[in-house]
Nanobody, 115 residues
Framework: QGQLVESGGGSVEAGESLRLSCAAS????????MAWFRQTPGKQRELVAL???????NYADFVEGRFTISRARVGNTVYLQMNNLKPEDTGVYYC?????????WGQGIQVTVSS
């Protein structure tokens, strides 16, 4: 089975940026969607951004134009550029790939934003 590895998390101050990456450790074919979710303290896991087949992009309302999801042209890597981070963005971020075979989740990576 494929395995997803996330990187790029860490601790920053409000207003700063982070770029998350999620790479598959082996080739995965037939991907329909690549997405980032997050789980913030006291809340359930929620969708942050999704990139579907073609150019379809979806963002959660709380993104407010601050985040950009993208994928590598070659391979199965998805990125999340996060700008103007806020303390309420603190949480664990997960990537997810879906296809006709089901889905793969990353292990999660911590993002901490201090005020």
């Amino acid at each position: 089975q494929g395995q997803l590895v996330e990187s790029g998390g860490g601790s920053v101050e409000a207003g700063e940026s982070l770029r998350l990456s999620c790479a598959a450790s082996r080739s995965i074919s037939g991907i329909n969607n690549m997405a980032w979710f997050r789980q913030t303290p006291g809340k359930q896991r929620e969708l942050v951004a999704l990139i579907g087949s073609g150019t379809r992009l979806n963002y959660a309302d709380f993104v407010e134009g601050r985040f950009t999801i993208s994928r590598a042209r070659v391979g199965n890597t998805v990125y999340l550029q996060m700008n103007n981070l806020k303390p309420e963005d603190t949480g664990v971020y997960y990537c997810r790939l879906t296809g006709p075979w089901g889905d793969y989740w990353g292990q999660g990576i911590q993002v901490t934003v201090s005020s």
